[in-house]
């Protein structure tokens, strides 16, 4: 990889996804057969769709991740929304997939087949690291596997690292990860994540439990309907959201997610990436699909 000067750089090691996606009146229950009224497939992951979100915002994103003999698709759309993707391998087997089910209020489930991205190596993780230098930002979800091994390795380099929890699991209650969430700079999880992270349901509890948790650590919640809020040391501030008509809630958060970071990388001050991050992820909001739902800086600054 070519050096880039002193430019600040995203590695984002995560989850690429075929994500087939099932209009549905409502969600289906048990026992229930329901028909849907429309069906597509779009390219998505917590991973892709956070890199997406930081090309787009104009950031210098670099993918990390593995897909299956199916996945040229999802190597396009990255590469077509300027994330370098040379770092992304192919392997034999599956690509990582969901079945999502959008609802007649935009509202989604979502059903996680791992595949290929759950088959990270030490290795490869080791040659990828390699590239990047104190500094340099790590991004990382919980759709791949060895989690904690790349945030012990990046935090060794004198890397930033930023975690998005989601999907939070049991795993992450284990010792590996307890131990790495101390290295991590930036925490950005929704409230259900922050419930599971640290046995505080209201915002204003998980806060506090963050800060006495992670003390040096950043965090920032977000509340869907109620905003977010950044929170670092005794500094805070809150942001609402701007209000659309729910198309489609998927990749919302990622978007979120995405463009919050890429204002942190052109040092802009919170309180505006917030409102930068709750613009993206309102007009992801109103339109359907994961990566496609993602918009451009251009049309985020008009917003
Ligand atoms: O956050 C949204 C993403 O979560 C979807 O694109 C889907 O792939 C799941 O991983």
Redesign the pocket.
């Known amino acids: 990889m070519e050096g880039q000067g002193n430019q600040i750089r995203a590695l984002n090691f995560g989850?690429l996804?075929l994500?087939y996606v099932y209009s549905v009146d409502h969600m289906v229950r048990p026992k229930e057969t329901l028909a849907c009224t429309d069906m597509q497939v779009f390219c998505?992951?917590?991973g892709l769709?956070q890199s997406i979100a930081l090309a787009k915002a104009g950031a210098a994103v670099y993918h990390a991740g593995l897909i299956g003999e199916e996945g040229d698709g999802l190597l396009l759309e990255c590469a077509k929304a300027g994330v370098h993707t040379e770092y992304i391998r192919t392997i034999s087997g599956k690509c990582g997939h969901?079945i999502?089910q959008v609802d007649r209020d935009g509202q989604n489930c979502?059903l996680?087949y791992g595949g290929a991205n759950r088959r990270m190596t030490k290795e490869y993780i080791d040659e990828v690291l390699r590239d990047f230098k104190e500094k340099d930002i790590l991004l990382l979800q919980n759709?791949v596997n060895l989690v904690p091994y790349m945030i012990e390795r990046a935090y060794e380099k004198g890397m930033t690292v930023v975690l998005n929890p989601s999907p939070y699991d049991k795993e992450m209650d284990g010792s590996d990860f307890q131990k790495a969430f101390q290295k991590v700079s930036m925490f950005i999880l929704n409230e259900v994540e922050g419930e599971q992270m640290t046995g505080e349901a209201q915002p204003e509890k998980i806060l506090l439990k963050m800060k006495s948790l992670y003390p040096e650590s950043i965090t920032v919640l977000t509340l869907g309907e109620k905003g977010s809020i950044y929170q670092y040391k005794d500094e805070r501030h809150q942001q609402r959201i701007y209000p659309v008509k729910a198309v489609d809630t998927?990749?919302a958060?990622?978007t979120f997610t995405g463009y919050f970071l890429s204002s942190v990388m052109e040092g802009m001050p919170a309180p505006e990436g917030l409102a930068l991050a709750a613009k993206a992820s309102a007009i992801a909001v109103s339109k359907s699909g994961?990566a496609a739902s993602i918009p451009l800086r251009d049309e985020v600054e008009r917003f």
Do not use: F, H, Q
């Open positions: 989850s996804n994500d998505g992951g917590k769709n969901t999502i979502i996680l759709e998927t990749a958060g990622d994961a």
